[in-house]
């Protein structure tokens, strides 16, 4: 079992930053892949990012390349999405998910535990 808890979420400006972190428990966070992914109001949740399980590939939407970037601590079971240049269509609720094995996917169905998600609102 993995115990995800997001935090970081807030109200920002466009054009700012923020950086989201999920907390997970359990031993074996170090052979998940871990997600991010968001639900803006009235939408699907969609993919934002991706990495494996030692951090060596990652992976993004297009609509947050260049801008979002996804890290992870092993020792500290951690989880980070740095969120720069941030803009309204940002603005959701963002959730971290945990995929047991060694490989990544943009695909929420697999993913075997999520977090209860944090808000992000971004003000024009």
């Known amino acids: 079992q993995v115990q995800l808890v997001e935090s970081g979420g807030g109200l920002v400006q466009a054009g700012g930053s923020l950086r989201l972190s999920c907390a997970a428990s359990?031993?074996?966070?170090?052979?998940?892949?871990m997600g991010w992914f968001r639900q803006a109001p009235g939408k699907e949740r969609e993919f934002v990012a991706v990495?494996?399980?030692?951090?060596?590939?990652?992976y993004y939407a297009d609509s947050v390349k260049g801008r979002f970037t996804i890290s992870r601590d092993n020792a500290k079971k951690t989880v980070f999405l740095q969120m720069n240049s941030l803009k309204s269509e940002d603005t959701a609720v963002y959730y971290c998910a945990a995929r047991r094995g060694y490989s990544d996917s943009s695909h929420e169905y697999e993913y075997d535990y999520w977090g209860q998600g944090t808000q992000v609102t971004v003000s024009s």
């Open positions: 359990g031993r074996t966070f170090s052979s998940y892949a």
């Open positions: 990495i494996n399980w030692n951090g060596g590939r990652t």
